[in-house]
């Protein structure tokens, strides 16, 4: 039931762009991202919900294909308050259960 | 308050204690979950409270945890005679309502480490 997550680790210079894949094998209702710091606790990127929807702010998007249960986040011109561990999240059809993938580690350097 | 608050923030338990954390989500705010961090790795789901509903109990990880929620509104998460594998952040998060349309606040955790 937890999403699957790819890759496991990036690792990019400023400017770089980076594209993060998160998949079930359950159907997904919606999609969460949320990014964290080491020591800190998650705080969230953006909903993606059914429909296909695309979201996006500042240089930061996502896109949503229910039908191939997947989901992928898209980091463009990358900074190095980038940095962290980044996580897919989707919940059972009522929400009672919650889950999130394994999380991506990202890392901009200079 | 402005955002989900635990307590306590650290604590050292000695194997076989009974440990108590607490939650204090976002006024308002009628979901809250509870998650286990263990050290480098993903976010594992304990239970949910929606407003007064009874949570399903499944994701806990064994009979020594226990969560409630009193009137809808502070979580206490209860480890029974704790074990050196339950060390990790114990995160809760509060969300507006149910149905996955809204974020979840974090609050900033309790790090547990039972020796």
């Known amino acids: 039931q937890q999403p699957v997550q790819s890759p496991q680790a990036v690792i990019l210079r400023e400017g770089e762009d980076a594209v993060i894949n998160c998949s079930s094998s359950k159907a997904l209702y919606s999609v969460h991202w949320y990014r964290q710091k080491h020591g800190e606790a998650p705080i969230f990127l953006m909903i993606?919900?059914?429909?296909?929807e695309q979201k996006g702010h500042d240089k930061i998007s996502a896109s949503f294909n229910e039908k191939k249960q997947q989901s992928s986040l898209y980091l463009t011109a990358s900074q190095l308050s980038y940095s962290g561990t980044y996580f897919c999240?989707?919940?059972?059809?009522?929400?009672?259960?919650?889950?999130f993938g394994s999380g991506t580690k990202l890392n901009v350097k200079p | 308050g402005a955002g989900v608050s635990q307590s306590p923030s650290n604590k050292v338990t000695e194997k076989g204690k009974d440990v108590e954390l607490r939650c204090d989500p976002i006024s308002g705010h009628t979901a809250l979950y509870w998650y286990r961090q263990s050290l480098g790795q993903g976010l594992e789901f304990l239970i949910y409270?929606?407003?007064?509903?009874?949570?399903?109990k499944s994701g806990l990880p064994s009979d020594r945890f226990s969560a409630e929620r009193t009137g809808g509104s502070v979580s206490t998460l209860t480890i029974q005679r704790t074990q050196q594998e339950d060390s990790a952040v114990y995160l809760c998060a509060s969300t507006l309502d149910s149905g996955g349309r809204k974020t979840q606040y974090f609050g900033p955790g309790t790090r547990l480490l039972v020796l």
């Open positions: 409270f929606q407003g007064n509903s009874a949570p399903d």
């Open positions: 999240g989707t919940g059972a059809y009522n929400f009672n259960k919650f889950y």
């Open positions: 993606l919900l059914k429909g296909g």
